[in-house]
């Protein structure tokens, strides 16, 4: 726009007035007052106009009122739009805070249990929010002066008649306490962020070996892809021929069970018992909170049902839900129980955390005590007991040939393979390692996927080589290790033996039995001796006096001046 453009236009309002009044161009009627008083305020700009013209160009003057009309405009989007801006991003601050206050700020509360990353919420030009980046549970500590703090293993008694494994004490919080410091939100995950399991509804049997119908038949191109940590990954682990685990394939539940299975969103803890092989364990020192909260689930068969049937009502004996498994996948009972230790993620799809305890052991401590103390206040997301003598996978597994755990020959193919592999015995040169073989008799850990995918890549393992998954369990952590830096918290065998009473499996106890001699129950009482006769009951109560005996001195003396008198 020119400055005579400006000046041309100024000049012609007083000729479009004129022709308005003449009809010819649609103008709306006014008054003639103000009309008047319009006329006049032209003529009044226009004689302000001219004045300026007479001491400038018309160009300086065009480019004078552009540079107003620009500041004006600048001054009018600063000042309008910061306010704009601030009602939008408080009112996107306030909306945030009332849907997750977990994700404002990092947030502190008596001991700092959580950090979450800083979120900048930005909104663009189309009004379209960035989602805010994902909190993670990074650890804490607890406050200075904390008795678990200054906590220290006493010494072992020194019982030498006493040398099998025992328990030592362990610093647990207050059930209160460590549910307080239960993480608002999962721990952070390495690598693997997205994690899905294949489904095959025709099985390929012809691979190089291993496998089953349950876990599916992978090939070793498969098994080794599966240890290459991706962002995204899709992968055997068990349930393959179903699209609902425990739902037509094999280790089949009841819908009933399923839907209450899918409702526990907390804590699970879990056992099974197959074959009728123990005897059920109610857990005990459990808070009344975790009786409420926590799912407790008992895996059984139809044999065990069977043996149960009559002992309890609405599917619950103590604390513990019965659940009917149907259909095993395998002959061995042993390795039917791994479907449950192992894939738990599985089961209970919605689960934060689990507690897998064996059949024959008996849970003598509070849950969420337990969860603080070996994961949450480890910041980790598996822990496992090591062995408690044994610490070398080749040991192991000669361990297991001497006492007929397995046939030699599947055990002896399984260690050969992964020495080609490059398994090499235990050292200290592992460190911070400190075992290769677990007790695997618990495992805690949280459902997050990499946790989710180690305890997959176990099941593998122990469905394509031998069911003793002591062997095959640091392979799998190396490997995953190697990928991601992340590891299993393996603490000791005395402190599982803390919160867990091993008992004696069901032939166990009947020989025992068998070999203890009978035991008269009631005991009969013992028969009072008879009272003393009357006639003696003085002479009963007669002191009688102790026998003098002879001086020998004396009568050494006498025997020798009777000697002398004869001579």
Request: proline share 8%; with cysteine.
């Amino acid at each position: 726009m020119s400055g005579g453009s400006l000046g041309i236009r100024s000049g012609s309002y007083g000729s479009l007035d004129k022709q308005g009044q003449n009809g010819v161009l649609p103008i709306q009627a006014a008054s003639a007052t103000r009309t008047k008083a319009y006329s006049k305020m032209l003529k009044e700009k226009e004689t302000l106009i001219h004045w300026i013209c007479k001491f400038a160009g018309r160009k300086k003057v065009g480019m004078l009122l552009l540079c107003v009309i620009s500041a004006a405009v600048f001054v009018w989007v600063v000042y309008f739009g910061e306010d704009q801006e601030n009602d939008n991003s408080s009112e996107v601050n306030d909306n945030l805070a009332l849907n997750n206050p977990l994700i404002n700020v990092v947030q502190s509360i008596r001991i700092d249990n959580w950090t979450s990353l800083s979120v900048s919420v930005k909104e663009t030009k189309v009004g379209v929010m960035h989602p805010p980046p994902p909190s993670y549970f990074l650890g804490y500590t607890l406050p200075p002066g904390h008795p678990c703090n200054t906590f220290t293993l006493p010494p072992p008694p020194a019982d030498k008649k006493r040398t099998g494994p025992r328990p030592c004490p362990v610093c647990y919080l207050p059930v209160e306490e460590a549910v307080a410091l239960m993480p608002k939100v999962p721990s952070f995950s390495p690598v693997i962020k997205i994690l899905t399991y294949i489904f095959e509804e025709i099985l390929n049997r012809e691979t190089e070996f291993g496998g089953s119908d349950f876990g599916g038949y992978p090939t070793l191109k498969q098994r080794n892809d599966s240890y290459d940590i991706r962002e995204s990954m899709n992968m055997h682990c068990g349930f393959v021929k179903g699209r609902k685990p425990g739902r037509g394939t094999g280790f089949d539940i009841d819908d009933s069970d399923l839907l209450e299975m899918e409702q526990c969103n907390g804590v699970v803890v879990a056992s099974a018992i197959f074959g009728a092989f123990d005897i059920i364990q109610q857990p005990r020192n459990i808070s009344e909170y975790s009786k409420q909260t926590v799912c407790f689930y008992m895996f059984v068969d139809e044999e065990t049902e069977a043996d149960l049937r009559g002992k309890y009502e609405n599917k619950k004996i103590g604390v513990w839900r019965i659940v009917l498994v149907r259909d095993l996948p395998y002959t061995d009972g042993r390795r039917n129980g791994k479907i449950p230790k192992l894939l738990l993620h599985r089961l209970f799809p919605n689960a934060r955390y689990s507690l897998w305890i064996d059949g024959k052991l008996e849970l003598v401590a509070d849950p969420y005590q337990i969860l603080e103390r070996f994961l949450w206040r480890k910041n980790a997301t598996l822990a496992i007991s090591r062995h408690y003598k044994r610490f070398d996978v080749f040991i192991e597994a000669e361990a297991n040939k001497a006492a007929g755990k397995y046939d030699n020959a599947s055990i002896d193919h399984q260690v050969e393979f992964y020495k080609r592999e490059g398994l090499t015995p235990y050292s200290e040169a592992k460190h911070p390692i400190t075992s290769d073989v677990p007790e695997g008799c618990v495992i805690i850990r949280e459902h997050i996927p990499i946790s989710n995918l180690f305890t997959c890549l176990w099941f593998n393992e122990v469905d394509r080589f031998t069911s003793r998954d002591q062997i095959s369990f640091s392979t799998v952590r190396d490997k995953i290790a190697a990928k991601t830096n992340w590891t299993v918290n393996m603490f000791l065998d005395c402190e599982r033996r803390n919160f867990v009473i091993q008992k004696y499996h069901k032939d166990v106890l009947a020989l025992l039995a068998q070999r203890a001699p009978p035991v008269i129950y009631p005991p009969p009482r013992p028969v009072p001796a008879p009272p003393p006769p009357p006639y003696m009951a003085n002479y009963s109560q007669r002191k009688v006096p102790p026998r003098r005996r002879r001086d020998r001195k004396s009568g050494s003396r006498h025997h020798r001046k009777v000697s002398k008198e004869i001579v």
